[in-house]
């Protein structure tokens, strides 16, 4: 099974930006559909973004002109640039390899408060 670890979450101001990444191991990551997802306090777990091995995006509609996935091979990283960040983007975040569904990293918080 892969190994996720997540990083770079934080409290920011409306409007502010942040940049997470995910670290993998344990699986051929070069050809990983790989995801992020986002769980919010008394909220069911949201799919966010997504990105193919040869670098396909896919966004929710809530994040689209605000958010980016991109992927570095080289690293085993898969990062979420997320910018014109609103209170609704508070949640923790969890990326996932999506040939392994039911293995997820502890997460990064991400706060959004003025």
């Known amino acids: 099974q892969v190994q996720l670890v997540e990083s770079g979450g934080g409290l920011v101001q409306p409007g502010g930006s942040l940049r997470l990444s995910c670290a993998a191991s344990g699986s051929i990551f070069s050809i990983s559909l790989m995801a992020w997802f986002r769980q919010a306090p008394g909220k069911e777990r949201e799919y966010v973004a997504r990105i193919t091995a040869n670098g396909d995006t896919n966004y929710v509609t809530s994040v689209k002109g605000r958010f980016t996935i991109s992927r570095d091979n080289a690293k085993n990283t898969v990062y979420l640039q997320m910018n014109s960040l609103k209170p609704e983007d508070t949640a923790v975040y969890y990326c996932?390899?999506?040939?392994?569904?039911?293995?997820w990293g502890r997460g990064t918080q991400v706060t959004v408060s003025s």
């Open positions: 996932n390899n999506v040939l392994y569904p039911n293995t």
